[in-house]
């Protein structure tokens, strides 16, 4: 404290005294005085400790938001079913983000025979584990080709779609049609579960990811159910675009 603000203090205090009111009375200001400096450096301590932990931890996770893993969740067709390793649509599709958004995962959790009973049970664990910031959802050809209840495959792709909102996931679904063979009203109900799903739930969809060759068998594996490695890279692209704008 400056000696002519301590002086004028102790004159207010002691009254005539003049060269050792000074002294005294400075000695219990200098107190308080250094008692406040210490308060102020321990706030600044505390303010500078709280601003590393947050650069340090606060900081590095929403530069991470973004980067965020790919989930897709589908079944043979998405799980390189009587295909080479590597040569499925989504390991495409991990070359492709590779070059163009080189810090995101693509996780391919699909198996093969899935429906999307057995997609919803497995799904939390996933979210939990993998944290993805895309969801892609490709299942509802297996409940079909078992005659399951059209009623359960829709609640089934809705309850999956809410899960990934919740757990802070931008759902993708991808739509299957039924072979001819399983007649005309059957497969028009079996489409409008994914359209309905995705409009409640206002959700990107791609309606039938074999469009570009879906009728061509060349296209497809001698049980002409699943596709071949050269249909592969027709269906990344029929996902592509759609994929590419949530990216």
Known sequence: ?????????????????????????????????????????????????????????????????????????????????????????????????ASRKPAMRVVNASISGETTSGGRTRLPELLAKHAPGILVVELGG????????????????????????????????????????????YGEQFEAVYRRVAEAEKVPLVPFFLEAFGENEAFFQPDRIHPAEKAQPLMLDAVWPTLAKML
């Open 1 to 97: 404290m400056p000696r002519s603000v301590a002086t004028g203090a102790a004159g207010l205090s002691r009254g005539p005294v003049a060269e050792e009111a000074p002294a005294r009375g400075d000695a219990p200001l200098s107190a308080a005085s250094r008692a406040l400096d210490e308060s102020g450096r321990t706030r600044r301590a505390l303010l500078v400790a709280l601003a590393a932990t947050f650069a340090g931890v606060a900081g590095p996770r929403v530069a991470k938001a973004s980067d965020r893993p790919l989930l897709v969740l589908g079944d043979s067709l998405s799980a390189e079913y009587g295909l080479p390793r590597g040569s499925g649509w989504v390991a495409l599709l991990e070359r492709r983000l």
């Open 142 to 185: 297996n409940d079909a080709l078992r005659g399951l209840p059209l009623g359960g495959t829709e609640a089934n792709l809705r309850e999956m779609v809410r899960a990934a909102k919740a757990a802070g996931a931008r759902p993708l679904l991808l739509g299957m049609r039924m072979p001819p063979n399983y007649g005309r009203a």
